[in-house]
């Protein structure tokens, strides 16, 4: 079986769905498929190029794992703004979707790219040449847009992106969604046949935090964070739908000293609106950590105590923060602000791994992060063990990868 990956991210790019992408492209050349992944050149989480990567049109890349990729051009975003946004995901679409065009035909096409444009321009391509196509669904657009402020749900143009989204899913041989909320969704708004939407969680390999004493209080002697402060930390991309800025505020309105430290680890195109809020604010238990390479991982996760999700609205019923799984993964429980009722808080609830807060309420934020500084230590260490339990179970890449490659394979048969 002749195997096509679109996939707008993928490695060195530290990004959750690029590893997806690299595990699904492994997972099928392991059985003996064979698999050709296009993608773009590299940029994020910082918007800017890789040394090492000339942009080009198609760009034929080596490796050793089994499979072969091919890098096509995009313009680079490095602000969220929609215009930015749009020609990143429009620039992609098209030479991806050339690129489809020229390569030989593949017999089934999974593609993990940005919603709508990039990935309506490749089911285009994958209709001419009768392809099936099975997509992957890991934020729902335009709802992530309203969530964001960046469109009006009532206007002539997210209407259309709603109804263009309901004409690729239909269109496609299988439609695999990362929770039961968003099953719904295609269900009931997109108008998908139930038989065609597979529900298989995002995931990640097993993490250990390190627990090397010598070299962690090395890493926040590098920092600059106080040796006797609790440690409660944000890793990830400092980005619109993130939120960050409700930690710094939160932070304003815990007493100043060194009982408490906050860690925020990442890049992204809030991190400076962030860095000059704090600055603002004299928060001066705030630390950023950028770039965050992905080696001092395990020395972020040892460091903290909690973890904290933040999300921006109602951005938690259009996606589900990937980052979720890492942290559990730690053993470390989590602050998650979500809007109760979505996929964030369900899994939240039923994991038992944290606690939950409404967005945006940064003084319901402080008060949580008060209550877990109050409370048993053994109770804290509990729910870190139940997210991680959870995740072991359900969250990890034996658990879902190979549902993923099942559903391509029964693409093809059907």
């Known amino acids: 079986m002749r195997v096509t990956i679109v996939s707008c991210v993928f490695p060195p790019e530290p990004v959750v769905s690029s590893r997806t992408s690299l595990h699904v492209a492994q997972g ?83 593609v993990n790219t940005w919603p709508i444009v990039a990935g309506g321009l490749v089911f285009l391509a994958a209709k001419l040449r009768r392809v099936p196509m099975v997509v992957s669904i890991q934020d729902v657009y335009p709802e992530s847009l309203f969530a964001q402020g960046h469109l009006s749900e009532t206007s002539i143009l997210g209407k259309g992106l709603r109804w263009m989204d309901g004409v690729i899913a239909r269109g496609c041989r299988a439609v695999i969604v990362i929770s039961e909320r968003f099953a719904a969704i295609y269900r009931e708004q997109r108008r998908v046949a ?61 007493p100043a000293g060194d009982r408490f430290h906050l860690l925020i680890a990442g890049e992204g195109s809030r991190l400076e609106h962030c860095r000059a809020l704090a600055e603002e604010t004299a928060c001066r238990d705030v630390t950023f950590h950028a770039p965050w390479r992905s080696d001092e991982t395990a020395l972020v996760l040892g460091l903290a105590e909690v973890l904290l999700l933040p999300t921006q609205g109602r ?34 609830e039923k994991a038992g791994g944290g606690w939950l807060v409404a967005p945006g309420r940064p003084e319901l934020l402080a008060a949580k992060i008060r209550e877990v500084l109050e409370m048993n230590a053994a109770e804290v260490r509990r729910r870190g063990e139940a997210g991680r339990h959870f995740a072991l179970r359900n969250l990890t890449r034996a658990a879902c990868l190979p549902r993923v490659l099942d559903v391509m394979e029964k693409a093809v048969s059907r």
């Open 28 to 110: 099928l050349a392991g059985r003996g498929h064979q698999v050709t992944v296009v993608t773009a050149f590299p940029s994020k989480p910082a918007g800017r190029g890789y040394p090492g990567f000339a942009r080009r049109l198609i760009a034929r890349e080596k490796n050793g794992n089994g499979f072969a990729v091919r890098r096509c051009f995009s313009t680079f975003s490095s602000r969220s703004r929609l215009l930015s946004r749009f020609l990143e995901n429009f620039t992609f679409g098209l030479s991806s979707g050339m690129a489809v065009l020229l390569m030989r035909r593949p017999d089934v096409l999974y």
């Open 194 to 254: 139930g038989a065609r939407i597979h529900v298989v969680p995002n995931w990640a390999d097993d993490l250990q935090p390190e627990t090397d004493a010598e070299r962690l209080s090395r890493f926040r002697e590098r920092l600059e964070i106080p040796p006797r402060a609790r440690i409660f930390a944000y890793g990830g991309n400092v980005g619109t739908a993130a939120g960050v800025e409700n930690l710094i505020q939160a932070v304003r309105l815990l």
């Open 315 to 348: 951005q938690s019923y259009a996606s589900v923060p990937s980052k979720l799984v890492s942290y559990w993964l730690a053993g470390r429980p989590v602050i998650a602000q979500a809007c109760p009722g979505s996929s964030l808080a369900d899994v939240l």
